[in-house]
C-alpha cells in the first residue's frame, strides 16, 4: 500500500468509526432482543461479522480500523447508560432533523441521572481488545463525548439531591471515563476517538437559542466541555492519541445542525487537549474553512469531505480542490481525509450499500495517497 507519509493516528485516509451492519446481525440482535437468541450466540456472531470488517479495512487499505460499532444499537445510549444512575429521558433541546425530502420535528433520546455516577465495570474496553486481536492495522475505538451526559437535559437532566452543585456532577463525570479511558490504555488502546457533537450543535443559532431556553448559556458552554473532556483523557497513556469527531447530526441520513465552526472555533481547537479533529464538511451548512486557522501546530484536521449520507460517488478531482482550499488555512501537513460521519450511528444506517460504503472508503485511499504519498 502507499506511503501517507504519517505513522501515527490520525491518518491520512481515516473514518469516523461506525460501518453499515450486515443484515444477519441485524436479524440476530432482534432475535437477543426477543429473547430467542443466546448472549453466547450473538456475540459469536459479532465476532466473525467484526473479522470480516476488520479484513475489508484493511484490504483497502486504511491505517486504521473498527469493529463498525457492530456491537451497539446506538453511537452513544448503549456506552452512556452503563454508568450507575444513568437512565433514558426525552430530550429537552426540540430538534429539526433534515432531509432532502424534507423536515422531521422530533425530541430525541437523552439521558438523565438520578443518582452519583460511578462505573460499575468497564464498559467497551473488551470490545476494542477483541479488535485488536484480529487486526494488522492500528485499532480504534470511539466513545461518545461525556458533554452528550449533559447537553440534551441541562441542569434539569441531572438529580439536585445527587449534585446540588453541578461542579461536583462534571468532576463525577469526568472520574468515569477517566477510569474508562485508563483501562483502554492498559488494554493497549493507541488511538481513541471522542464523538462531540455539542460544538457542531452550538454553531447553529437555533440550537443556541434551545440551550438558553433550558437555562444553559452556549457562551460558556465550550469552555466547561473542553475542561471535562480535558479532565476526562487525563488518565491517558502518554503516546495513546486521542481525537474528537464533530457532525451536525446523523439520524438515517438526516442532520439536525446548520452552521460554520466560528463560534467554538478558538476554544474547540485551543483549549481542548486532543491531537485532531474530525470535522465535517461535505456541505456548505459546516461553513467554509476559515475557522482552521485558529488550529495550532502540533494539532491535525480530518476534513470530513465524502458523506456518509448519499450513495453518489464524489469526484475525486472536486476533493483535492476541497483539500486545496482548506490549505490556505491550514498546511497540508495538518491534514488528512476522511467521511463527514459514520455510515451508521444507529443500527439501521443510513441509506447507502454496502458497497457504497466500500467505493467511499476505496476513494478516500486513492484521494490521500494522490495528495500525500
Known amino acids: 500500500m502507499p506511503n501517507l507519509f504519517t505513522t501515527v493516528a490520525p491518518f491520512r485516509a481515516d473514518h469516523v468509526g461506525s460501518l453499515l451492519r450486515p443484515p444477519e446481525l441485524l436479524a440476530a440482535r432482534a432475535q437477543f432482543e426477543a429473547g430467542t437468541l443466546s448472549r453466547e450466540e450473538l456475540t459469536r456472531l459479532e465476532d466473525a461479522d467484526i473479522l470480516e470488517v476488520v479484513k475489508m479495512q484493511e484490504d483497502i487499505g486504511l491505517q486504521a480500523v473498527t469493529d463498525g460499532e457492530f456491537r451497539r444499537k446506538v453511537w452513544h445510549t448503549d456506552f452512556l447508560q452503563q454508568f ?39 464498559i467497551f474496553v473488551e470490545h476494542f481488545k477483541y479488535v485488536q486481536s484480529v487486526a494488522s492495522a492500528t485499532a480504534k475505538i470511539t466513545l461518545p463525548s461525556p458533554s452528550m451526559l449533559h447537553f440534551r437535559g441541562g441542569r434539569n437532566a441531572v438529580d439536585e439531591t445527587a449534585y446540588p452543585d453541578m461542579a461536583e456532577f462534571y468532576t463525577d463525570l469526568a472520574t468515569v471515563y477517566s477510569e474508562e479511558i485508563a483501562d483502554m490504555g492498559a488494554a493497549g488502546c493507541r488511538y481513541l476517538q471522542l464523538d462531540e457533537v455539542n460544538f457542531a450543535y452550538l454553531c447553529d443559532p437555533l440550537l443556541r437559542q434551545q440551550v438558553q431556553n433550558i437555562g444553559e448559556d452556549p457562551d460558556s458552554l465550550p469552555h466547561t466541555y473542553a475542561r471535562l473532556i480535558n ?54 451548512r459546516a461553513g467554509d474553512f476559515s475557522p482552521l486557522r485558529f488550529v495550532p501546530q502540533d494539532k491535525m484536521v480530518v476534513l470530513g469531505l465524502v458523506s456518509s449520507k448519499q450513495a453518489a460517488l464524489e469526484n475525486k478531482d472536486d476533493l483535492k480542490r476541497r483539500i486545496d482550499e482548506a490549505a490556505q488555512y491550514l498546511p497540508l501537513e495538518q491534514l488528512a481525509i476522511s467521511p463527514q460521519c459514520g455510515f451508521a450511528s444507529g443500527e439501521r ?18 484521494v490521500a495517497a494522490e495528495v500525500w504519498g
Open 349 to 366: 444506517g443510513n441509506k447507502l450499500s454496502v458497497d457504497d460504503e466500500r467505493r467511499k472508503l476505496e476513494l478516500l485511499v486513492e
Open 231 to 284: 479532565n476526562a483523557i487525563s488518565t491517558r497513556p502518554a503516546d495513546m492519541r486521542i481525537t474528537m469527531h464533530l457532525c451536525r447530526g446523523n439520524f438515517e441520513g438526516a442532520w439536525v445542525a446548520e452552521g460554520g465552526y466560528e463560534p467554538v472555533a478558538e476554544v474547540l481547537f485551543n483549549e481542548v487537549n486532543v491531537n485532531g479533529y474530525f470535522l465535517e464538511y461535505d456541505t456548505p
Open 84 to 122: 450507575a444512575n444513568v437512565e433514558s429521558m426525552q430530550s429537552e433541546v426540540k430538534v429539526h432533523f433534515h432531509t432532502a425530502e424534507g423536515d422531521i420535528e422530533r425530541l430525541p433520546t437523552a439521558e438523565k441521572v438520578t443518582g452519583k455516577l460511578s462505573r460499575p465495570h468497564p
